[in-house]
């Protein structure tokens, strides 16, 4: 066995072009979560493997040593520009919410009081910006939730386009309303914050549905097939929580604290969801293994 850019190969791929070829592999930039053995697995194959692999790529038989090279690299050369465009992405999204969180946290002023003040003044008016505090708090959970699916979704998508950013740019613009939704609802309780509150986070979950239904209608933005089941599974859950909000929204308009207990039966849609998805797509899972 010899080594061909970091992966053993048999025999018959030590021919001079092959070698040619694999010589390469160490310089090429490759994707986060992918090694140089990974890239070169893509290319290199024994026998009719490697021959089938060339027909797909659409090159001849008899291509030279520096014509694979130049094919190799320019492949390469899209997939690190395709990362790029990933990270960009979602550093950009991370840096958002990030300041999004910073400047929520420093609304959070204490009350003008007198200079000279005694000790249980100070201490009742700290606690009497405990609605605040409860704000910033629910508003942290929330945007932690979003950020955190967000980004562990992110790690399905090997490439961007337009839509895909404008729909995150979007995703983005509603989390951003989180604070002021929660902050109206903590400090003014009622029906219109409570219809508030329910619109922002509707608007969110349903913004992101239409990021996730869009990945999974693209294969080509998708990094595997199992993305695709993922993103499926993501749409069909942000649908669930979205529908939980409108619905709540009505229920506001006859009590506004029924509608704010109404929001847990998020986490039993999301259940919903998912147990509905499972069931669907067992016969699916289950046809392989027969």
């Not at 199992?226 to 749409?235: D, G």
Request: glycine share 6%.
């Amino acid at each position: 066995m010899s080594v061909m850019g970091g992966a053993e190969v048999g025999p018959c791929c030590r021919s001079p072009e092959l070698l040619a070829l694999a010589r390469c592999y160490p310089l090429m930039p490759v994707r986060r979560n992918e090694s140089t053995q990974a890239l070169a697995a893509c290319l290199v194959f024994d026998g009719a493997r490697w021959h089938k692999q060339r027909r797909c790529r659409g090159l001849e038989t008899g291509e030279s040593a520096m014509e694979l090279r130049e094919h190799a690299i320019d492949a390469a050369r899209e997939r690190e520009l395709d990362a790029r465009a990933v990270d960009r992405l979602v550093f950009f999204s991370d840096a958002v919410i990030a300041i999004i969180i910073t400047l929520m946290v420093l609304e959070v002023r204490l009350p003008v009081l007198p200079e000279h003040v005694g000790e249980a003044e100070v201490l009742r008016a700290i606690l009497a910006l405990w609605p605040k505090y409860l704000a910033v708090v629910l508003s942290y959970l929330v945007i932690g939730l979003f950020w955190t699916l967000h980004h562990r979704r992110f790690n399905w998508v090997r490439r961007v386009d337009a839509t895909l950013v404008w729909l995150n740019l979007l995703y983005l613009l509603a989390i951003a309303c989180v604070p002021f939704a929660t902050s109206l609802t903590a400090e003014h309780p009622g029906r219109t914050s409570t219809i508030v509150y329910a619109g922002v986070l509707g608007l969110a979950t349903m913004i992101s549905a239409l990021l996730w239904r869009h990945v999974g209608r693209r294969p080509e933005i998708m990094a595997s097939a199992t993305a695709s089941r993922e993103m499926h599974l993501a749409t069909l859950m942000s649908v669930a929580s979205a529908g939980v909000f409108v619905v709540s929204i009505g229920v506001a308009f006859s009590s506004s604290n029924l509608a704010q207990y109404f929001w847990v039966l998020v986490f039993f849609a999301n259940r919903a969801a998912r147990y509905a998805y499972d069931w669907r797509h067992a016969g699916d899972r289950a046809a392989p293994d027969a």
